[in-house]
């Protein structure tokens, strides 16, 4: 089976413009979870997805949004993109147990 | 407040030698406790994962312990190589509203010398 994939794995920006990442989780599986992760503050819970309904989220501004397609692939959107929103943003998907996350690569963004 | 607390928050060793992480945690509920390694640049990779019930947990040179009761865990990493080289994320999962719930430790970057 493939694992998680995510696109792009790399995106630079500048302040004030928007960003779309996306997520495929592996075959059958069908939760989504996004997380950042910058160094000061380790990984930061974004929201978590399911059958295309938000089961889950985090403590994050508006700005931060996404949703999740029949197919199970999520999209998370960031609009007004801040400096402080440079980070690894990361996408895991829920295993067959229900408990095991599988993340993937990971997308880089750097906002200028 | 739920929290997850690793220790050292970094950690030099030579290769060949043996290190043990540390992770504190004060969720409740509790269901489970993961370790995972994460790769520079890299999403993180479940090495371990532990239920209420589990004292230990082996995956190769990787050994986890976990004592429910001070809400301890530790990861024993044997004959460390250089591929070690990475952050150790302690995760613990609970159950809370019918949903699961994954609180996230800042990790512990190690750093295996030739």
């Not at chain 2, 290769?15 to 504190?24: A, D, F, R, V």
């Not at chain 2, 994460?38 to 082996?58: A, C, H, W, Y």
């Not at chain 2, 990493?77 to 080289?85: E, N, P």
Request: with cysteine; glycine share 10%.
């Amino acid at each position: 089976k493939a694992g998680v994939t995510q696109t792009p794995r790399y995106l630079i920006k500048t302040r004030g413009q928007q960003v779309t990442l996306s997520c495929s989780p592996i075959s059958g599986h069908r939760s989504v979870s996004w997380y950042q992760q910058t160094p000061g503050q380790g990984l930061q819970f974004l929201f978590e997805y399911f059958s295309e309904t938000q089961r889950n989220k985090g403590n994050f501004p508006g700005r931060f949004s996404g949703r999740q397609f029949s197919n199970s692939r999520s999209e998370m959107n960031v609009s007004t993109l801040e400096l402080g929103d440079s980070a690894l943003y990361l996408c895991a998907s829920r295993g067959q147990d229900g408990e095991t996350q599988y993340f993937g690569p990971g997308t880089r963004l750097l906002v200028l | 407040k739920n929290q997850v607390e690793q220790s050292p928050q970094s950690l030099i060793i030579l290769e060949g030698k043996n290190c043990t992480l540390q992770c504190n945690y004060t969720v409740s509920p509790f269901s489970n406790l993961r370790w995972y390694k994460q790769d520079t640049g890299r999403g993180p990779v479940s090495l371990t994962i532990m239920t209420f019930s589990e004292n230990t947990k082996s995956n190769g040179r990787y050994t986890a312990t976990l004592d429910a009761d001070t809400k301890q865990s530790s990861l024993h990493i044997t004959a460390s190589q250089l591929s070690d080289s990475a952050s150790y994320i302690c995760v613990v999962g609970g159950i809370t509203s019918g949903t699961y719930k994954y609180i996230f430790g800042t990790g512990t970057r190690l750093k295996v010398l030739a």
